[in-house]
């Protein structure tokens, strides 16, 4: 349930290993600084909150988890929830949601609820991730056009609205650097890959700003001076009214963090050839979340995109993470205040691109061509994330794939009458007074009236009904409660049922638990058709030598 990777991966480490390592840590941890930084004030938070939980998360995400070369931190996947968070409840109300999500990630945890990836449909993670990334986009107007306005609104429409209010307000100065940074991030790939584009942008853009004296905003004189220290952790104080309504955006907040940790972990895996332990992962996240409000930071979890760059720049074990933190504590301490140089118009370049990178529009057009019904989960998904609220969004896409799933499996189910069948599969033709229905699909809540009114539609009740059950693959409650209605109904007819070729062992377990096969005897259940006529025959000779000169009466 909980062995940290780093156990195993420091059995038979090397210098050779560490200089890797430390060399792809040092990478990151200049890749993570902008990042940090800009998803903290796109969060509604000082910037160096973001930094804070990179060292804080990063470090002990490293140090615990379950993964070799996971790195982790704040995301932007995050940034709508904590934003909402901080404008209802303030940052009070952020960290006890987050000490709260650290807690349920670990119970989730110790639970062994690491396959929970598997339970989110892909239409509802690309819907919601869209969603999000439209929702970054949109919240960046203000900075990359300079726009003169005190606040911004938090409903996405009513944002819009107010940028078009506010158009004629706009910097000139601020939309020029905010354009010059996308230019560098786009094309200085192309001119090197070690170095990140965003860094380059911040130090051109920031020299820019303060050597020509441009009239831009930026991180000092929207925020103040930059603490260049850790906080001393503190326990938050706890209103109990406040706590009550921080319940649902936590499990949001452990939830998302669940998801996108365990799909990094599943990429890195793909890129590495590993194996990650997604039960130590989650309690690796639910412990950093812990940890990194303690500091006064934000929500954590593992990072699609610094994972993916610490692997390609050779990292092999989870030091490479711990000196991801270090790094960034490095800077914090020694060049920490210089970050209040940076435009704000240069961070919103940045989380644009993150916005871009974000939204998934391959997987996006994918899912939207395929089946109707996924398209309507990852639509209704998409528009309740950008025009509702994220956990509203993710409960709804979740409810609706499964309402959907229902009516695929009820689709598949069906009770169809094979007497011809039969008589090809045995060879023979039925005995007088026999017939033979097969059910086919899982026989659960969804499918069950169908079963029953099949059942019904009998219109002369036989002396003995073969129900072949071979393509059932699972019952549940309401399955096994229609087929004791079904049992009692046609034996008040004098109707003897066998059940045939049960042989999935879940639907055999839950008939004998129920006390089913109790009900119409173990000799009415066989493994096979031909089975099933043989045991016909017997009850038939049992009936009719039961009544004078073998006539019955139904």
Do not use: C
Request: charge should be positive; glycine fraction near 10%.
């Amino acid at each position: 349930m909980f062995k940290p990777k780093i156990i195993d991966a420091l059995k038979n480490y090397n210098t050779q290993l560490f200089y890797k390592d430390a060399v792809a840590g040092l990478i990151v941890g200049v890749v993570a600084l902008p990042l940090a930084i800009a998803f903290a004030i796109a969060s509604g938070v000082s910037p160096e909150k973001g930094i804070i939980t990179a060292i804080i998360a990063g470090f002990i995400i490293s140090l615990l988890g379950g993964s070799r070369v996971q790195i982790g931190g704040p995301t932007g996947a995050f940034i709508v929830i904590v934003y909402g968070v901080v404008q209802q409840y303030g940052l009070n109300g952020l960290i006890i949601a987050t000490l709260m999500a650290g807690v349920l990630l670990i119970l989730m945890g110790v639970a062994k609820l690491g396959n929970i990836i598997k339970l989110v449909p892909f239409p509802v993670i690309v819907g919601f991730t869209s969603g999000v990334a439209v929702i970054i986009f949109s919240s960046e107007m203000k900075d990359l056009f300079g726009l003169n306005m005190a606040q911004i609104p938090v409903g996405f429409i009513d944002k819009w609205i107010a940028y078009v209010q506010h158009i004629p307000t706009y910097n000139i100065y601020a939309a020029g650097v905010a354009f010059f940074t996308l230019q560098i991030i786009i094309f200085w790939p192309t001119v090197t890959m070690k170095i990140p584009g965003s860094l380059v942008a911040i130090l051109v853009t920031t020299a820019a700003v303060y050597y020509f004296d441009l009239p831009v905003e930026t991180i000092g004189s929207r925020f103040g001076e930059i603490s260049a220290s850790l906080p001393t952790p503190a326990f938050p104080q706890i209103d109990m009214t406040v706590l009550q309504n921080l319940v649902k955006p936590a499990i949001t907040i452990a939830l998302l963090g669940a998801i996108e940790s365990l799909l990094s972990a599943v990429v890195a895996d793909g890129m590495t050839g590993g194996n990650h332990r997604s039960n130590t992962e989650l309690i690796a996240q639910g412990t950093a979340n812990i940890f990194s409000s303690l500091f006064g930071g934000i929500p954590s979890t593992g990072a699609i995109a610094r994972t993916a760059t610490n692997i390609k720049s050779g990292a092999k074990t989870p030091v490479a993470g711990i000196v991801h933190a270090v790094t960034l504590l490095v800077i914090l301490l020694f060049v920490g205040k210089l970050a209040a140089l940076i435009p704000m118009a240069t961070l919103g370049g940045i989380l644009v691109v993150v916005a871009y990178n974000m939204s998934e529009m391959k997987n996006f057009v994918s899912v939207l061509k395929g089946s109707k019904s996924d398209a309507a989960v990852l639509v209704v998904t998409f528009l309740l994330t950008v025009l509702v609220d994220l956990t509203v969004a993710i409960e709804a896409g979740l409810v609706l794939a499964t309402f959907l799933f229902m009516r695929k499996m009820i689709q598949q189910s069906g009770v169809k009458e094979i007497e011809a069948e039969a008589k090809d599969l045995d060879r023979n033709t039925l005995p007088g007074g026999v017939e033979i229905f097969e059910l086919s699909g899982p026989l659960f809540f969804g499918a069950a009236y169908k079963f029953k009114d099949a059942m019904r539609l009998i219109e002369k009740p036989p002396k003995v009904l073969i129900l072949r059950m071979k393509n059932v693959p699972v019952i549940d409650a309401t399955g096994i409660h229609v087929l004791k209605e079904i049992i009692r109904d046609i034996e008040q007819k004098g109707t003897k049922l066998i059940l045939a070729e049960v042989n999935n062992e879940q639907v055999l377990a839950e008939l004998k638990r129920s006390r089913v096969l109790f009900m119409i005897g173990k000799a009415n259940v066989v493994q096979s058709h031909s089975s099933a006529v043989k045991r016909s025959l017997e009850i038939l000779k049992t009936v009719n030598h039961s009544r004078p000169n073998g006539v019955g009466t139904g």
